[in-house]
């Protein structure tokens, strides 16, 4: 049974930074990719980030290039995203997911279905 795990989310001030982790169970990360989306008040679904090991794939929305990193934890089944310089249009909900597909290319991230998610966790950027 695949569970994905999202942990990090909080309130923090313009300009400030937050790290999210994803706990993967029940999936390998070298054969899946991970990624993130989220959802903001009244707005549909953006696909954020996506890392896929397979191939050394990523994908960044154009809201978060420059800004947001995508990592696997080492020694540990996790997925992190770094979110560095945050807007108040970052506020959302951030959702891990994952693609049951192998050999995945990341460019794919903002098009496909997603299998599996997380719960959410909330992100808030106020002053």
């Known amino acids: 049974q695949v569970q994905l795990v999202e942990t990090g989310g909080g309130l923090v001030q313009p300009g400030g930074s937050l790290r999210l982790s994803c706990e993967v169970r029940g999936l390998v990360l070298d054969y899946y990719p991970i990624g993130w989306f989220r959802r903001a008040p009244g707005k549909g679904r953006e696909a954020v980030s996506c890392l896929s090991l397979w191939d050394d794939s990523t994908y960044f929305a154009d809201s978060v290039k420059g800004r947001f990193t995508i990592s696997k934890d080492k020694g540990k089944n996790t997925v992190s995203l770094q979110m560095n310089s945050l807007k108040p249009e970052d506020t959302a909900v951030y959702y891990c997911?994952?693609?049951?597909?192998?050999?995945?290319?990341?460019?794919?991230?903002?098009?496909?279905?997603?299998?599996?998610w997380g719960q959410g966790t909330q992100v808030s950027v106020s002053s």
């Open positions: 997911a994952t693609v049951f597909t192998q050999k995945f290319h990341c460019s794919e991230w903002g098009t496909v279905d997603y299998n599996y």
